[in-house]
């Protein structure tokens, strides 16, 4: 089994000259986040990821989660190092110094968590949640909930979870049929939720659920559903804990992958909730928390990417086969040019995924930290129509890059103790929850590019066209091949706002292609900048070999992964034609 050491110098990089972290630093109220202060966090958050929580993913892997007596039981070593986690303060990075947080960049959260992912992905998905939770409370609890609430979930004393999934109600949330009945000041909560990670353990002493439910007398549909703070131990006034609500774990659910992620069926029996927003807003309010959660599960991706990738550069250094081309001795299969191919493919995938999600969520500090409606506006457009896309794409390249993972280890990597297998099952998940990547491709052709009719992608377009400009000239070919599939990405968003014109299936047909299209295109532009970054790095004397990989990565994916980008373009032409043109019936008949 691999350790895993965070890519630091990849991870800086790419804060400073992609994701603009030094100017973040600039800005009032974030002046903490000098470069020393970055580098301080970042050291101290790989020592922790690589010594605490990463030895914990293979035990977690093996023995699982159990329910017993009522309560989740995970492996003693995440107990450990949720602890450490919690006392070492990394879960209030970002939040609100008025209850308890550290009030630094968001930005400077997402390398941290990017390491806890990839450190152990099934203990990792708990702080995140609590993460989305704090989110959600903050913009949308009354000050007296965030009194109550907030000071022990930014500190870790307390986790969050997300309860939206029904049986009958996944994709689709207007559905929902769990009951709030108003009882005095707070709600009576009925219903069953499924697939809800982290609904119960004992690693912290309070569980904060977030939960949609619906009023008597709400109306149907989206327009209907509230959004309740259901919490496991009652709160005192005081602040203490209280007696056990009525709201628990029924039962876990047996998986694929993130085995120590406890996926709880949730049963809630009258459990006493307080309202979170105003009445049948809910899904607006829970929305907040469910961006926030698709960047971090699209980061997720890139996570589990870079474990695998350092597995099996690992394996590629340390396995002897047969001699190379003009050897004569055996030697580790890393001299074989189909086995570089295939490294290069998981190193230069992860770099462009880790790029275009840290970038995405730099965008949201820009949007917090204005000066102007005008320039609010257009981060939070580009953080809004990057999201599906880090979602999405990091998530499907994440499946590709694990799979590699495991053909790069030969038969072994079939066998379970490598470890690569189960990195493989682990991001199995990935492109499934947090609303599936089909769901996302149609949030990115609608809402995204139909709704606002194509304005911030061809902001986006344009941001990507200057950045070309300012590339030396070491970089000239990569810079033209990055310039043509920005030219197919133009156009794909032209055939996408013509055609949906006169054709109201062409947007969920193209959807994905539409969308692994524009991953693809962002992936490359983003390698480029981090390639002109590492040329002008270079020319000031800074002489680490990683600056001159930086610019191979760059070579390499312009030459053997950004052309997928035609391929995906070339089928957007096909429109609705031939993907609806079999009808439902004639599925069925194939079998009858
Ligand atoms: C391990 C795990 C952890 C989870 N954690 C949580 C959690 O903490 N909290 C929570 O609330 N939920 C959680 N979920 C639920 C998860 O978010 C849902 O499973 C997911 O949103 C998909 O819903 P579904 O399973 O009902 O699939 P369905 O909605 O039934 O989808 C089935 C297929 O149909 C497609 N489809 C459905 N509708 C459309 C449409 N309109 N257009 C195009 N295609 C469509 C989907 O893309 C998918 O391919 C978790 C699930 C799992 C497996």
Not at 433 to 453: H, W
Not at 552 to 559: D, G, I, K, P
Request: hydrophobic share 40%.
């Amino acid at each position: 089994m691999a350790d895993y050491n965070a890519p630091l110098k990849d991870m800086k990089l790419t804060l400073n000259h992609v994701a603009r972290m030094t100017e973040l630093a600039e800005k009032p109220g974030f002046e903490d986040a000098s470069a020393d202060m970055v580098d301080a966090i970042l050291e101290e958050a790989a020592r922790v990821a690589r010594d605490v929580v990463a030895p914990t993913n293979w035990e977690g892997d093996q023995q699982g989660v159990q329910l017993k007596d009522g309560t989740v039981v995970c492996p003693e070593s995440f107990k450990d190092a949720y602890q450490q986690y919690a006392e070492g303060g990394w879960g209030s990075l970002q939040f609100d110094p008025e209850y308890g947080g550290q009030g630094l960049p968001f930005l400077l959260s997402i390398p941290v968590m990017e390491m806890w992912h990839s450190a152990n992905m099934a203990w990792g998905l708990c702080p995140m949640l609590s993460q989305g939770a704090v989110e959600c409370l903050d913009l949308n609890g009354s000050d007296e909930l965030k009194a109550k609430y907030l000071p022990k979930l930014v500190s870790g004393e307390w986790t969050g979870t997300m309860n939206l999934t029904e049986s009958n109600a996944g994709s689709d949330l207007s559905v929902v049929r769990a009951k709030a009945e108003p009882e005095g000041d707070h709600y009576r909560i009925s219903g069953e939720k499924i697939f809800i990670t982290w609904g119960d353990h004992e690693m912290a002493e309070n569980i904060i659920h977030l939960v949609l439910a619906r009023l008597p007398d709400a109306p149907a549909g989206v327009r209907g559903i509230s959004l309740f703070l259901v919490p496991k131990f009652l709160v005192n006034d005081d602040g203490s804990l209280g007696e056990r609500n009525t709201a628990g774990p029924l039962s876990l659910e047996h998986k694929m992958g993130i085995h120590a992620s406890a996926t709880c069926v949730m049963g809630f029996d009258n459990a006493i909730g307080y309202l979170v927003g105003e009445p049948n807003r809910g899904l607006a309010c829970m929305f907040t928390m469910m961006n926030n959660a698709r960047l971090s599960v699209g980061l997720q991706g890139v996570s589990i990417s870079e474990r695998a990738y350092q597995q099996a550069l690992q394996y590629a250094f340390e396995r002897i086969q047969g001699p190379a081309v003009g050897a004569r001795e055996a030697g580790p299969i890393i001299r074989h040019a189909d086995v570089r191919r295939m490294l290069m493919t998981m190193k230069t995938l992860t770099e462009a995924g880790r790029a275009i999600a840290y970038d995405a969520c730099g965008s949201l500090d820009f949007a917090a930290k204005a000066e102007s409606d005008e320039e609010k506006a257009r981060e939070q457009a580009r953080a809004a129509l990057l999201t599906p896309i880090v979602k999405g794409w990091c998530t499907e390249v994440a499946q590709e890059v694990t799979s590699l993972g495991v053909q790069i280890h030969g038969g072994m990597g079939f066998i379970e103790e490598t470890g690569a297998a189960q990195h493989y099952r682990d991001a199995r998940i990935l492109p499934i929850y947090e609303g599936t990547n089909g769901i996302q491709a149609l949030d990115l052709v609608g809402r995204k590019t139909l709704m606002d009719k194509g304005e911030a992608l061809a902001a986006l377009i344009s941001e990507m066209r200057a950045s070309l400009t300012s590339c030396d000239a070491s970089l000239m070919a990569q810079a033209k091949q990055v310039e043509e599939a920005v030219a197919g990405l133009e156009t794909a968003r032209e055939l996408l706002l013509k055609g949906a014109e006169g054709d109201a299936l062409l947007p969920g047909a193209i959807a994905y292609n539409f969308m692994m299209l524009a991953g693809y295109v962002c992936g490359g532009w983003q390698l480029l900048r981090q390639a002109t970054a590492a040329v002008r790095l270079a020319s000031e004397g800074d002489d680490d070999p990683y600056l001159k990989a930086k610019q191979e990565s760059a070579r390499f994916y312009m030459a053997q992964v950004l052309p997928r980008w035609k391929g995906f373009a070339e089928m957007l032409n096909d429109g609705s034609q031939t993907i609806m043109a079999l009808p439902e019936e004639q599925f069925a008949s194939a079998w009858q």
